[in-house]
C-alpha cells in the first residue's frame, strides 16, 4: 500500500506561478511511477506529468511541457510538480497518483493503483 498526500494549491493570477507537492508513504516505491492528474469540472481526468521514481525518465502532456516541471526528492519521498506560466485553462482539482506503470500507458488513470485526495488550483485571468 502506497499513501499520496498532495499539497501546494490555491489561487493565482494568470502568469503566476504553483508548487505542488506529493508526499508519499508506506510501501516501497522503487517500481512506481508517480504521477499528476488534474480534473476540471465536467471534464475526464487528464495526464499532466510523471516521474519513474528509479531512473527518473520525465513524462509531459503537450499542454504543460515547457511551462511545468516534475521533480522527486527521494530522501523525503516527495514528488513536486513546479507550474510556472499559468493559464485559467490549468484550473482544476491536481491528483498525484502511483503504480506499476510502463512509459507506454502512464497516460491512463485507470493503470494507476494509488490516489491522493487531490488538491484544487485556480488560476484566474
Known amino acids: 500500500q502506497v499513501q499520496l498526500v498532495e499539497s501546494g494549491g490555491g489561487l493565482v493570477q494568470a502568469g503566476g506561478s504553483l508548487r505542488l507537492s506529493c508526499a508519499a508513504s508506506g510501501s516501497t516505491l522503487t517500481s512506481q511511477t508517480i504521477s499528476w492528474f488534474r480534473q476540471a469540472p465536467g471534464e475526464e481526468r487528464e495526464f499532466v506529468a510523471g516521474i519513474r521514481w528509479s531512473g527518473g525518465n520525465k513524462y509531459y502532456a503537450d499542454s504543460v511541457k515547457g511551462r511545468f516541471a516534475i521533480s522527486k526528492d527521494m530522501p523525503n519521498y516527495t514528488v513536486y510538480l513546479q507550474m510556472n506560466t499559468l493559464k485559467p485553462d490549468d484550473t482544476a482539482v491536481y491528483y498525484c497518483?502511483?503504480?506499476?506503470?510502463?512509459?507506454?500507458?502512464?497516460?491512463?488513470?485507470?493503470?494507476?493503483?494509488?490516489w491522493g485526495q487531490g488538491t484544487q488550483v485556480t488560476v484566474s485571468s
Open positions: 497518483a502511483a503504480g506499476p506503470v510502463i512509459a507506454s500507458s502512464n497516460r491512463r488513470p485507470s493503470n494507476y493503483y494509488y
